[in-house]
T-cell receptor, first 116, second 113 residues
Framework: AQKITQTQPGMFVQEKEAVTLDCTYD???????LFWYKQPSSGEMIFLIY??????QNATEGRYSLNFQKARKSANLVISASQLGDSAMYFC?????????????FGSGTRLSIRP | EAQVTQNPRYLITVTGKKLTVTCSQN?????MSWYRQDPGLGLRQIYY???????DKGDVPEGYKVSRKEKRNFPLILESPSPNQTSLYFC????????????FGPGTRLTVT
């Protein structure tokens, strides 16, 4: 069965440091997509980065990169040079190709707090 | 502007009083979905739709109904709300396929007393 696990309920990081948010997943599908979303205190959900299961390179988007280790079924989000505006909840999500990519599951989230 | 809209944004109601939360998208997306967000549980999928007149249950469908009569609209119906449905609700839409990210509405905070 599909499952996403985020084991860090909360993290504190000093401004300008890099931070890694953990995400492990479980699926029997060979083709799937992994996503990270950010939810600031204002509540909206913001898409950050996508990694396809067949992508050989780790995805990068500006200061965000995804450390994808397929054999270990992990898709950790790395934020380089953290900023105060990075303080938010972060959710990992997965979408399988099976069932027409219809079901989407999310992890329980990690609350990241950046210290000045 | 490409967007997903939800109404109302905030709603306080009483147990048993039927309510509808509307959701509309202007991106011609086939896929639409409803989630509820509760502390410590992340987002859980309630219902989803892959096209007009095609809907299916997510992980937590009990107590909810949906319909998809038009491609742009996907209302969430609570026919007899109960206090355990107090939550933050998100509607989202996307193209169909495992590589497409979802676009989320602003959320609806529902309190059932």
């Amino acid at each position: 069965a599909q499952k996403i696990t985020q084991t860090q309920p909360g993290m504190f990081v000093q401004e300008k440091e890099a931070v890694t948010l953990d995400c492990t997943y479980d699926t029997s599908d060979q083709s799937y997509g992994l996503f990270w979303y950010k939810q600031p205190s204002s509540g909206e959900m913001i898409f950050l980065i996508y990694q396809g299961s067949y992508d050989e390179q780790n995805a990068t988007e500006g200061r965000y990169s995804l450390n994808f280790q397929k054999a270990r079924k992990s898709a950790n989000l790395v934020i380089s040079a953290s900023q105060l505006g990075d303080s938010a909840m972060y959710f990992c999500a997965m979408r399988e190709r099976g069932s027409s990519a219809s079901k989407i599951i999310f992890g329980s989230g990690t609350r990241l707090s950046i210290r000045p | 502007e490409a967007q997903v809209t939800q109404n109302p944004r905030y709603l306080i109601t009483v147990t048993g009083k039927k309510l509808t939360v509307t959701c509309s998208q202007n991106m011609n997306h086939e896929y639409m979905s409803w989630y509820r967000q509760d502390p410590g549980l992340g987002l859980r999928q309630i219902y989803y739709s892959m096209n007009v007149e095609v809907t299916d249950k997510g992980d937590v469908p009990e107590g909810y109904k949906v319909s998809r009569k038009e491609k742009r609209n996907f209302p969430l119906i609570l026919e007899s709300p109960s206090p355990n449905q107090t939550s933050l609700y998100f509607c989202a839409s996307s193209l169909l396929g495992e590589s497409y990210e979802q676009y989320f509405g602003p959320g609806t905070r529902l309190t059932v007393t």
